[in-house]
């Protein structure tokens, strides 16, 4: 998908982080941009200060929710007729030990990292093929495709996003041909997502609290994404770049193949 102007865009997660960058970026090709978060106040601020850039709407939406993600297709098409372009973009998650999870974390990580990315694909997927052209990015992680310790839940939901993703790719080049499919896979990007826990249910134990053995790695973790990660302004270039090469790979740290690669060894040298 090479031609963005004047098409519309949605993005999840879009008051921060990537999902905002997301939305910097498809504002500056000409498109038409809907923000959709839970957190109502970062989502007025990026609203306000996309507003110069072009046509915004922005809507709380709960992505773990199929009613709230219905709303948003809803207004989304209520207000611009259309969608060509779905980013499911929302995600939390961090570095915990397995045995101090417990089934409120796994439900709320499961949720927005895993059934919103479903829901996002399945509500908008009648909207997207009713156009000429129109993709679908769905945002994993590195951590899809590896599997280091501490990073259960985090990473059980990222793989999940990678196996849809492909498996929507192959399916989508068959019944719908005009509908591309990609995974943003990033490692380390400077982001807000050390506060993710602001947006958890009640249930949802404090990693810290729960789990504050891992509280050094955890804070290691956080202040390398922040200090040494690449913005979101560049992985926006990249998912913009991937579109138009009708990519279902986005890599935006190719260096972190190595550790896939390692996994695939240890698996290899088990047949
Ligand atoms: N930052 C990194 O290093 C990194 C690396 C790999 C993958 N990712 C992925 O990138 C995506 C974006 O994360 P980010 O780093 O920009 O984090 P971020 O915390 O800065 O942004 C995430 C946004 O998602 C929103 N959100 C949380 N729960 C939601 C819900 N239920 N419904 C709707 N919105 C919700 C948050 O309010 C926030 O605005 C996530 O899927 C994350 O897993 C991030």
Request: proline share 4%.
């Amino acid at each position: 998908m090479k031609d963005l102007r004047g098409r519309v865009a949605v993005v999840t997660g879009g008051a921060n982080g990537i999902g905002l960058g997301l939305a910097e970026r498809f504002l500056q090709e000409g498109m038409k941009v809907v923000i959709a978060d839970i957190n109502e106040q970062d989502l007025a601020r990026a609203e306000q200060s996309l507003a110069a850039s072009g046509e915004v709407l922005a809507v709380t939406t709960d992505v773990s929710r199929e009613d709230s993600v219905q709303s948003l297709a809803d207004a989304a098409v209520a207000r611009f007729g259309g969608v060509h372009v779905l980013c499911n973009n929302a995600g939390v998650g961090g570095t915990q030990r397995f045995d101090t999870v417990g089934q409120a974390t796994w439900e709320w990580t499961i949720g927005v990292n895993l059934w919103g990315v479903v829901h996002g694909c399945r509500i908008f997927l009648p909207i997207l093929a009713a156009q000429d052209e129109a993709y679908i990015v769905n945002t994993a992680s590195m951590a899809g495709f590896t599997s280091g310790p501490y990073q259960a839940t985090y990473k059980a939901t990222k793989a999940g996003v990678v196996a849809l993703s492909e498996c929507l790719a192959n399916e989508f080049e068959i019944e719908y041909p005009h509908v591309g499919v990609a995974v943003l896979s990033p490692a380390y990007t400077s982001t807000s997502i050390r506060n993710d826990e602001r947006n958890a249910p009640p249930g949802h134990i404090p990693r810290a609290v729960a789990d504050p053995r891992l509280n050094e790695r955890r804070e290691s973790v956080y202040s390398t994404l922040e200090q040494e990660g690449i913005s979101p302004a560049e992985i926006a270039g990249m998912v913009v770049a991937g579109m138009a090469a009708r990519k279902t790979h986005i890599f935006p740290h190719p260096q972190w193949f190595e550790a896939w690669q390692q996994r695939v060894d240890k698996v290899r040298s088990q047949l």
